[in-house]
């Protein structure tokens, strides 16, 4: 299937081209790095300046809805007070389209909000997972430097409390020499009992840009990776590109 | 055999229904401890006759030499499988943060052994304060969300009832718009359905 | 297979590959006057009736759940390009044909909230579920093809739900195939071979429990 399974390029069937956003907006930022961080085995780069906005962007929203709602609420009881209790007329739903705060808009508004938070809050909770699950292995190695302040801390405390529960209910019952976290014993030259994220495996990605010639494997011809394309790549071949933003998982 | 206890451990694990928990083991679980402390006296007293026999411990490969490689081996495997069987607990224990909340019900917290039962408060206490600082509920919103509104199609007279945005007048084959939150309790006694299409 | 990654952690849910789809565009018309929407997602509208525009998925769906427009369905989803893509895909056994990354969740979507927009939509529903079932079957036969010489798998026009579901199978594949064909692995048949010959390599303490 390697490369023969090629369709003529119509440039057609990918989500991204979207000729109506010209510009990337966060929200498809965002989606890309969730993604990415879904489909990485590792924990990548936090995204500083993208989270941040994003929140903003949400605190922004969250006050535009509250407000509508607020408007709509307060006109919704003035007409049941005095319309006592009847639904609302065409008419007045017309009121409120003019002022921009009928119950459609709201929800839209809402529903938009709702997306957005869910990306924040799922991204969040993917690398929390992550942190939890390597949280010693990332302690001791380059990736430290890519959690946030609060993730650092988030990890040290989870490794504290798993290194605490491990010892009390193994570790400190085990001989001497035996005892260690990190090692199976004192024999062990490397840290060997440290669950590290599987780096070794697969990965669907697509380049944005046409990346050249890649060596893929060791005594492999180089091979052209095209853009657009779909491509299952150990994931050590392409790690920097994802790094660098220019090629997506999925 | 060495090491078959150990394995009972992780089988118990595998064959549990993914994200469930199961009792604690206490009795295979200590059962292994003493297996691991038994492992390394022989370890010792083989490791000892090598140096009466003033043989160099580091080259020397007779008899007692594969003795004390196999119960090393044994030993590092028990304590390898004691740690997987923590650790996967412990994993289990977190996902229940995630879907049950900082209080676990009872009959949960009763599979969990003391360290566990910390472990799990520790951790909880460990996502809150990051939330706090984030001044993010991240429990929240863990599925995709969809429309808070569905059409739905009143099955049976309900009558007016009052819901958390509006007080309609459910009757008898109307159809209205309401919020899923609200829609549901219907739906579930076979009051009401929702319309697609 | 041992060594897994938590496959959990780096899969995407029905749910999740839908909530993507629902950021893809479509065009509507509307039937009521709305000013431009001002959405995190981006700006959209204004709306006029009978005046076409383009709005994302999730946000076409809801107003015309609230009967505040029609959808148009797309071109792709017509049930003329439709036969011809079943036609193309049974016809070329080692290719997929261009469909949009969603072409499944979309077209679920439509099916579900907007079925008097979509003409001949029973016959379209079919064609699709066809077109499905002839691809998958590719798949199958593509994973027949892995091999030990496979160290990257290009694929063009496959979509995001096919993706989500093939991911397991194409990364075991190709996952044993790199576990037996590691260099400690080959060493290891070298080893076998060689130990015949008078030259016998030396590959530390393993050969300690076999010379007594």
Redesign the interface.
């Known amino acids: 299937?390697?490369?023969?399974?090629?369709?003529?390029?119509?440039g057609?069937?990918?989500?991204d081209v979207?000729p109506?956003?010209a510009m990337t907006?966060?929200?498809?930022l965002l989606?890309r790095a969730w993604?990415n961080e879904?489909?990485?085995?590792e924990i990548l780069q936090f995204q500083h300046e993208l989270v941040q906005r994003s929140?903003e962007?949400?605190q922004l929203?969250t006050i535009t809805v509250q407000m509508q709602l607020n408007i709509f609420t307060a006109f919704d009881l003035a007409v049941k007070t005095f319309c006592g209790?009847m639904m609302f007329k065409e008419e007045t739903v017309e009121d409120f389209?003019q002022n921009?705060a009928d119950p459609?808009?709201v929800?839209?508004?809402?529903?938009?909000?709702?997306?957005?938070?869910?990306l924040?809050?799922?991204y969040?909770?993917?690398r929390?997972?992550?942190i939890?699950?390597y949280a010693i292995h990332i302690s001791k190695s380059e990736a430290w430097s890519r959690l946030s302040e609060?993730?650092q801390?988030?990890a040290k405390?989870?490794m504290d409390?798993?290194e605490?529960?491990?010892n009390?209910?193994?570790l400190s019952?085990?001989?001497y020499?035996?005892q260690s976290i990190l090692k199976?014993?004192i024999?062990s030259e490397e840290d060997d009992?440290v669950?590290q994220?599987?780096l070794?495996?697969?990965?669907?990605c697509k380049s944005r840009t046409p990346l050249g010639a890649l060596q893929?494997?060791d005594g492999?011809d180089p091979?052209d990776v095209l853009a657009d394309?779909?491509?299952?790549?150990?994931y050590k071949?392409i790690r920097s590109f994802v790094e660098s933003g220019q090629v997506d998982l999925? | 055999m060495y090491g078959r206890r150990a394995s009972q451990l992780l089988k118990e694990l595998s064959t549990c229904e993914p994200g469930q928990l199961t009792s604690f083991n206490t009795d295979v679980f200590d059962q292994v401890l003493k297996e691991c402390n038994a492992h390394h006296l022989e370890l010792q007293s083989l490791m000892r006759k090598i140096q009466e026999e003033e043989l160099d411990v580091q080259t020397t490969k007779n008899a007692e030499h594969f003795g004390a490689v196999i119960h090393h081996l044994s030993l590092m495997r028990n304590k390898r499988c004691l740690m997987a069987y923590m650790y996967n607990r412990a994993q289990i224990i977190q996902s229940l943060r995630w879907k049950l909340g900082p209080v676990l019900p009872q009959e949960i917290q009763e599979k969990l052994n003391f360290s566990e039962e910390e472990y799990f408060k520790n951790y909880s206490a460990a996502l809150e304060s990051y939330a706090s600082e984030l001044e993010l509920d991240l429990t929240v919103d863990m599925v995709p969300p969809k429309d808070p509104y569905i059409k739905v199609r009143v099955l049976d007279d309900i009558g007016d009832v009052l819901l958390s945005d509006q007080s309609p007048n459910l009757a008898r084959h109307s159809i209205h718009f309401l919020k899923r939150t609200d829609a549901e309790q219907f739906i579930s006694q076979g009051l009401m359905e929702e319309l697609l299409g | 297979m041992a060594g897994q990654s938590d496959p959990s952690l780096s899969m995407f849910s029905a749910a999740e590959v839908e909530f993507l789809a629902e950021d893809e565009m479509v065009e509507i018309v509307p039937n009521l006057n709305m000013d431009t929407l001002n959405l995190i997602c981006g700006d959209f509208g204004p709306f006029r009736p009978q005046m076409a525009t383009s709005v994302p998925l999730w946000l076409a769906v809801a107003l015309k759940k609230r009967g505040k427009c029609t959808i148009r369905s797309p071109q792709w989803m017509s049930v003329e390009n439709l036969t011809q893509v079943l036609e193309a895909e049974r016809d070329s056994p080692a290719q997929f044909q261009p469909l949009p990354f969603h072409y499944v969740e979309i077209s679920r979507l439509l099916f579900d909230n907007a079925r008097d927009d979509i003409p001949d939509m029973y016959m379209a529903r079919s064609l699709i579920e066809d077109i499905r079932d002839v691809r998958f079957h590719k798949f199958e036969t593509g994973l027949e093809k892995i091999s030990s010489s496979t160290h990257v798998v290009k694929l063009k026009n496959l979509s995001a739900m096919e993706v989500n579901i093939v991911r397991p199978f194409f990364v075991r594949a190709l996952q044993a195939f790199a576990k037996h064909d590691s260099p400690q692995m080959i060493h290891h048949q070298q080893d076998a071979m060689s130990s015949r010959q008078t030259h016998v390599q030396d590959d530390g303490p393993r050969r300690d429990l076999r010379r007594r």
């Open positions: 299937m390697a490369s023969s399974s090629e369709g003529l390029g119509l057609f069937g990918s989500e979207d109506s956003i907006t966060d929200v498809e989606k993604r879904k489909a990485a085995p929140r962007q949400v929203m209790g389209e921009g459609l808009t929800s839209v508004y809402q529903m938009d909000l709702d997306r957005m938070q869910f924040l809050r799922s969040l909770r993917i929390l997972q992550k939890v699950k609060q993730e801390k988030f405390r989870c409390d798993m605490k529960h491990l009390q209910s193994v019952r085990l001989p020499g035996y199976q014993s024999s009992m669950p994220p599987h070794d495996t697969y990965v669907f893929i494997a492999e091979m394309f779909l491509y299952l790549f150990h071949s999925f």
